[in-house]
């Protein structure tokens, strides 16, 4: 792109009367590209030096992601997506259904209601046993999920002698250490100890204390022995279908989408002609009245699931392969549309961590600023669910194998993922910083599959109608395809920075070369390596789609 700045450097000479007002806007857009000729210096440390609160800022001031009803101070559990959001999010539920849908035979796609027949709750156990722990602080009102509190003895290091607890909400260690070390401070200070010096602390959950240890602990809110014994909460949200308002018009909001499968089986084993094995997928809406939200859209009281029921074989020998593979397949997906491979890894549920009817249950985990987290499970849940629909319903829901003449309710491997946690990972995983031309550089390193705004056309000067007018002709051709933005103000290094910060990746320049060259060409720059390249603006679509789709 250098030489045709150059050479477009002199042209305004000869077609304008202004050209030193031309010239000066020109030389502006050399020095940037020159600048950033240089191969970035990349800050391998960005992300591990940023906050959930720099995550948090950023989302909102891009538009990603806003508190819902702000302009009511919000409500706690529930955001809004913004302009770039809404596009990120549609881009990777898009991206999941090719993956686990258009591109395979044996999985076909359902969108089940929201509310199903109350009895599907009883059936499934979410009525009597979808609850978290939760404690009271009497004194402050707030409430916590018990299971989400840490506590630890307080011992000093000199005589050894224990002096009280600390209890702390689950964060990193770093953070959760930091505020353990300000209520030791605080009651040391309180019992004139102020310099003792204490053990490591050794937390805890909650739910673990015995009566004798909570009448001890103290609240994370008020500082004191406060908190209530835990206790089941429901974590179902209620409401009423119809005029009526008694127990006979109660429905829940669905809290997964998993059951609106398992009760449409027959359905769509029928109408689709697919045979064991074989899955369906779902992407949809689901509600939990979540004690304490947290973690931005991490845990929320609204959020949306992406779950994949593969039905297979009941033989004891089977499950297995079957488990293994929906790991490695999820795995590659997660990797394909960007997600870092270095903050995820794997882990495995056994004990009281597995549900009761599972066989085996493998999380994919994801380093996130507030500390390594559950992304996505992979679940070998049996037949429990079909055998309890059918049981409750009195429908039988047993697969006919015409090949073997038998008859059996299929076991299930489930991959479940949620939408609103990979979109955090994602933004976590694209969030990078280098120094380009000796200036730092704050950007967003989507994968362009599931960047929001694949590419910006840019016409190197908003007032010479040849180059805008050609700009959107460009302009108007993409978008019939992807979703592109439109750019014309201020100088092209301005224009790349306001692209790299959302994570566009690609920013197309018309200038004069592309007016006056055969085969009116065009530069296209690259985000992350910041290199140029010019071809021809007929062969930019074909160009993109290499890249954006992988063909």
Known sequence: MMASLSRAFVIPTRISSAHHVTARV??????????????????????DECSMDDIVSLCKRRGFIFPSSEIYNGYAGFYDYGPLGAELKKNVKDSWWRHFVTRREDVVGLDSSIIHN????????HVDGFSDPMVDCKETKLRFRADQLFFSPIVLKESGDQIGYVCVQEANDQDMIKAAKKQVKALLKEKEMKGAEVEAFKFQELIEATEEQMAEIPSPASGKPTLTMPRDFNLMFQTNVGAATDGSTVAYLRPETAQGIFINFKNALGTSRQKVPFGIAQIGKAFRNEITPRNFIFRSREFEQMEVEYFIPPDDDVWEGFHKKWMEDSKEFLISIGLREDLMDWEIHSGDKLAHYARACTDV???????????MGIAARGNYDLTQHSEGSGKSLEYYNGETKEKYIPHVIEPSLGVDRLVLALICSAYAEDEVGGETRNFLKFDPSIAPIKAAIFPLLKNKEVLVGKARELFDQLRMKYNVQWDAAGAIGRRYRRADEVGI??????????????????????RDSTEQVRIPMSEVMGYLSERIDGY
């Open 26 to 47: 020109l030389s502006s857009t050399t020095e940037a590209a020159a600048a950033e000729s240089k191969t970035p210096i990349v800050n391998e440390k960005a992300y």
């Open 118 to 125: 109350p009895t599907t709750w009883q059936s499934s156990g």
């Open 365 to 375: 985990t994801f380093r996130f600023p507030f500390g390594v987290q559950e992304l």
């Open 505 to 526: 990746p690609f920013c197309i320049t018309i200038d004069f070369d592309t007016i006056e060259q055969e085969g009116e060409t065009v530069t296209i720059r690259d």
